[in-house]
């Protein structure tokens, strides 16, 4: 019996492995099914620094990728962001084996980027700059480039931005950004940078602390 349940626990390792385990050098994630909390009613009309930004029909995402705690299981300190591209899943690393999990919309093929970085610093209603290379393939958003687009409701990166520096203190130009296309959340659609609906994004903005220990690791 002990040997057949020692099988039983075996092959549900090697399936979760399967389901949804990814693995790097140093870091070791696996998802379990069963969740903690969910935050499905965090949805509605948000007044935020004189914005209001309105309520997402909730209802029409897949609940995976509602706002959840979930129990997750690595090696990775409490505080860093883990984000799994492929699951369209942000973790934010709570103490006792559980993230808060956040749905989010990732770069297209050919604008993805995985590795290690850190939140240098954070803009609440940020400005947005296009990069050059985004100008020269949409030149509709060529004047934004230098003069920038304000912050607003229809700005593309939403209520908040957290902006990914690396090891060497230079900036990515990769972000952690609010979005007004709800829709987008689960799909690749961005040019490169990690969004997330504008109500979460103020959640994760509100737990992130900018600096060298606010580590993220981008798994493709």
Known sequence: MRSRTSMMVFGLL????????????????????????????SYGTVTDAGYALPAIPISRLDKKFHRQIVSYSTQEKPGTIVVNTRERFLYYVLPGGKA?????GVGKQGFSWSGEAYVAWKQAWPTWHPPKEMAERKPDVARYVEAGMGPGLNNPLGARAMYLFNEKGQ???????????????????????????????IDLYNRVRPGRNSKVVVIQ
């Open 100 to 104: 808060v999990r956040y749905g989010i």
């Open 14 to 41: 090697a399936s979760l492995a399967l389901a949804g385990c990814s693995t790097t050098s140093d870091t070791t994630e696996v998802t379990r099914i069963e969740t903690s909390k969910i935050f499905t009613d």
């Open 171 to 201: 900036d990515t130009l990769f972000r952690l950004h609010g979005t007004p296309e709800w829709s987008s959340i689960g799909t690749a659609a961005s040019s490169g940078c990690i969004r997330l609906m504008n109500q979460d994004v």
